[in-house]
């Protein structure tokens, strides 16, 4: 016996037999029996067990699949099928699973990392032109392609670097070679590692292993383009309360972010704006609770002022949500009266329809719903005939079809990408003043260590107070410029 197979048997104990399937299969007794070996192997076995106390081997993997065998065995109703065959059945249910979600990583891995690299290499593209260097983008090359492979591609990068040096192409090709390799093979690493994630994710949702790969691979790719062209989008939320504004901010978002009129412990929601990184960039929602009914007092207008701030200068998109129903007289005057808040027609072509309540329609589609009522279909045409519907109760835990709000909103999202493609952001006199003052209030802040997201946000709390405490600003000329924008 060689010395290393020596040392396997030694650290196993010392137990090991022999068999031969071919030539001991006739003999019943003596060593040269396979009989006798197969006899004495599960002597062997059972000496452990009760080395061990009956303690079978199982580690954290063995225990999850058991968990899920047990789950599948649970959700079998067939009453005629005996315990074991069960089991064989759940099994076979897990192994397809398993099969899934394998597929589902390993695609989610390669292709994350592959991806990862492309976004890299997207985002460094320019500093290599910047560098206008010919050795530094050779180099560079040769960085990329070791990062690519996501081994050691930091010192493949100084290695690629030194090389430009001593090629004399210059200490400034040499950071650059080395910056793009060490970038590279980050985002390989990182891109393997987020795929990964998404597959396993993706994997849950799909009914095959050909699904798995497909919609692992898609998923990725759009996720590595959104990450390099997708700018980010502010989206406005118009409409009366009690249409589920809130509860769609936090559909839009994938969190419960918002406060809703049913959780409000005084019955009134203020103002609120969150933010959420979505499909690769961030989407701010700013909701306007209580803007266009019947009734208006100081404290509302407080809130208006902190919403038009948060609105400078730009708007990506107007939602006016409405509910799915009887189309009342007071949701028509609640709706003519955001119209004519508006006065600016231009408005309108950045402006969309979200209907709440989805589950309502009741075998409807939305478009039927909405040739049901005269006016509700001229308040879509004004809009374009854009229009969406969620349910913020019914629809979340669907994942496909037109019943899941996950492909609700991401169509939502679509819609507000050809609109500002088509027409550009919304801006007005106001919202331009408004921007004005922050920048102004920007300039003054002397705190040079504050990043520029932090120096803007305090910038907005002084013009906030400074409006807040300007009797001219709901008066007269301001009053007029204030009802250039969304809120009265």
Known sequence: MSPKLQELVDKCGGRCHVIDSKYWKKRQMGYRSNRVQVKNLLETIEQKLKDNQNGCYTNELLEIVEEEIQEEMKNINEENMSPEEKREEAKKIVHKKLLVRLAGVTTGTLTGAFLGIGVAVASVVTLLKAANIPGAVKAGTVAGAAGATGIVAGAAAVKAGIIAAGASIGVAGTGVAAATGVVVGVAALAGAIGGGVTGSKVADESDSVCDA????????????????????????????????????????????????????????????????????????????????????????????IKALIDCAPEIDAFVIV???????????????????????????????????????????????????????????????????????????????????????????????????????????????????????????????????????????????????????????????????????
Request: glycine share 6%; net charge positive; hydrophobic share 30%.
């Open 213 to 304: 790969i497909k919609n692992a691979a898609k998923l990725n790719y759009e996720n590595a383009k959104a990450s390099i062209s997708l700018p980010e989008r502010k989206i406005v939320l118009l409409g009366k309360t009690g249409n589920g504004k809130s509860s769609a901010g936090n559909t839009i978002l994938g969190e419960n972010v918002f406060t809703t009129k049913a959780l409000a412990s005084n019955g009134k929601v203020e103002y609120q704006k969150s933010e959420r990184k979505l499909y690769g960039r961030k989407i701010t929602v700013i909701d306007t609770p209580g803007a266009f009914d019947t009734d208006h007092d100081e404290e509302t207008k407080s809130e208006i």
């Open 322 to 488: 409405l509910k799915v129903g009887r189309y009342t007289k007071l949701e028509n005057e609640v709706v003519q009266k955001i119209l004519n808040t508006f006065k600016d027609e231009n408005v309108l072509k950045h402006t969309m329809i979200l209907f709440t309540f989805g589950e309502q329609l009741e075998g409807m589609t939305i478009k039927e719903f909405i040739k049901g009522c005269s006016q509700l279909e001229e308040l879509v045409d004004k809009c374009g005939g854009r229009c969406h519907i969620i349910d913020n109760k019914y629809w979340n835990k669907c994942k496909r079809g037109n019943k899941s709000n996950r492909v609700q909103v991401k169509n939502l999202l679509e819609t507000i990408d050809e609109i500002v493609k088509e027409n550009g952001r919304y801006s007005n006199e106001l919202l331009q003043e408004i921007e004005k003052h922050i920048q102004e209030e920007v300039k003054n802040i002397k705190e040079d260590n504050l990043p520029p997201e932090e120096l803007r946000e305090e910038a907005k709390k002084t013009v906030y107070q400074k409006y807040l405490q300007s009797e001219e600003f709901l008066d007269g000329k301001q009053q007029k410029k204030l009802n250039l924008c969304v809120m009265p």
